[in-house]
C-alpha cells in the first residue's frame, strides 16, 4: 500500500489520526492496541501511523515484535519551555540589576 | 494564544541611573549579558551569552531596537535559534521606567511567544475544532496585518 508523504495540515485534518495523536499523547501504544480503538484493519491503521510518522507528529520504535508508537513531544513542549526559561531568566538579571545599582549607591 | 512575561521590579536609583544600565552597553553587560548596544533606532546589536541546549538556543540573541524615548521606553526584537539561521524564538522586548517615589519603577514585557510550528496544536487534546478555528484566524490576522503594514 502506497503511503503519500502529507504536510501537517492534511495529516491533522483525518479525523481518525487525531483520535490517534490524543490516544498516543497519554502514552505510547503499539500498532495492534492501537487498532483496538478504531473499526478499521491493522493495514489501515498502520498506513496513518506511517503517514503521521513521515510528517514528523510521531516516532516508531521496533522492540522485539511489536512497533511501538510514541508521540513527539518536542514541538509541543516548546512554547512553555520558552515562556518559563525566560520569565525565570528576567526575574533573576533584574534582581542582580539591583544588587549592581546598590552596591554601586554604598561604594560612592 | 500568544502569551507574554510580564515583570515588575522598584530601584532606589532614577530612571535616569536606571536607564544608563538599560542603555549603555558596559553597564548592561553587567547585569544582562555582553552586548553591542547602541542606543539608535534601528540599530541592530547581538547579546551573547553560553548556549541552552534544553531550548535549542545557541546563546546569541540577535536583536533590532524598535523604539526608543530616553528615560522612558526601550523596545527591541530578540530573536533566536540553533544558529542555522531559522529564528525559532521570535519575541520583543520591552522596558518601561516610572518615577516611583525617589526611585523607579521598571516595567518588563517580553511579548510575541507563538507557536513555534504546527505540532504545538496537537498537545490540545480536546476542541479541535476550536483550535482549528483559533488557527485559521490566526493565520488571517497575521494576513491582514501584513496588507495593512
Known sequence: MAVSTLDAFQVIADPSRRQMMQLLSKKSMTINALTENFEMSRPAVSKHVKIMCRAGFISITDIGRERYCTLKQDGFNELQDFIDYFDNFWAGKLKKLESILNHKAKSK | ?149
Not at chain 2, 1 to 14: G, L
Not at chain 2, 61 to 77: A, D, G, N, W
Not at chain 2, 126 to 140: A, E, F, V
Open chain 2, 1 to 149: 494564544m500568544q502569551r507574554e512575561i510580564k515583570n515588575e521590579w522598584i530601584y532606589q536609583q532614577s530612571p535616569k541611573e536606571v536607564w544608563d544600565y538599560l542603555t549603555q552597553p558596559e553597564l548592561l553587560a553587567l547585569w544582562l549579558m555582553p552586548n553591542n548596544f547602541m542606543p539608535i533606532a534601528g540599530h541592530e546589536f547581538q547579546f551573547q551569552t553560553k548556549p541552552i541546549p534544553s531550548l535549542d538556543l545557541d546563546g546569541i540573541f540577535h536583536c533590532r531596537l524598535l523604539e526608543i524615548v530616553p528615560f522612558q521606553k526601550l523596545t527591541y526584537s530578540w530573536k533566536g535559534g540553533s544558529g542555522n539561521g531559522v529564528f525559532t524564538l521570535d519575541t520583543v522586548v520591552a522596558w518601561t521606567l516610572e518615577k516611583h517615589g525617589k526611585g523607579t519603577k521598571l516595567i518588563l514585557k517580553h511579548s510575541g511567544f507563538k507557536e513555534a510550528n504546527l505540532s504545538i496544536f496537537m498537545g490540545m487534546t480536546d476542541g479541535w475544532q476550536s483550535n482549528i478555528q483559533k488557527m485559521i484566524s490566526h493565520l488571517n490576522a497575521t494576513r491582514d496585518g501584513s496588507i495593512n503594514a
